[in-house]
């Protein structure tokens, strides 16, 4: 697992604008194209934080026939989304960010005592307890905390 750094994220949620952040489209009724935003309300007032207007990397879908029917940027509509919808998380990913960090601590003198009994006792009775100990190593590994064997 790849640990987050907490430190920067919350130094960067705490000078950004705040949340929640919205996606929002403009249409071009001449070209029949749309341009994504991300914006939120600052101040009682919609503000645009970014755009898609001078993206360079596009992929535009095309409805548009004699009659009618719109183009759109399908990248540039999700990666607005994904911004809007990831500055929204913040609060949340430094919680579970936070709260892994103490709980894997919080195990850590469990583990040494794990790894102290697995590695040293060898009769039946302790059979038991080293498999929960191969299971708990192999959990740990998961979490990026103890290399392969």
């Not at 970014?50 to 399908?74: C, F, P, Q, Y």
């Not at 583990?111 to 190593?137: H, S």
Request: charged letters at 35%; glycine letters at 6%; one cysteine or more.
């Amino acid at each position: 697992m790849t640990d987050i750094d907490t430190d920067k994220l919350r130094a960067l949620d705490e000078v950004a604008t705040s949340g929640p952040w919205e996606t929002d489209h403009e249409a071009d009724e001449i070209t029949r194209s749309h341009d994504y935003f991300v914006g939120a309300e600052v101040g009682g007032k919609w503000r645009t934080l970014m755009d898609t207007v001078n993206s360079d990397h596009k992929l535009i879908e095309d409805d548009r026939d004699g009659e009618g029917g719109m183009a759109w940027d399908v990248i540039g509509m999700a990666n607005a989304e994904l911004v809007a919808h990831l500055r929204n998380l913040v609060p949340a990913i430094l919680a579970m960010a936070e709260e892994n960090k103490r709980l894997r601590e919080a195990l850590e003198p469990f583990a040494e005592c794990c790894d102290q009994i697995a590695d040293t006792e060898d009769d039946g009775e302790w059979a038991k307890f080293r498999l929960l100990v191969r299971n708990y190593r192999t959990a740990r590994r998961a979490l990026g905390k103890e290399p392969e064997a």
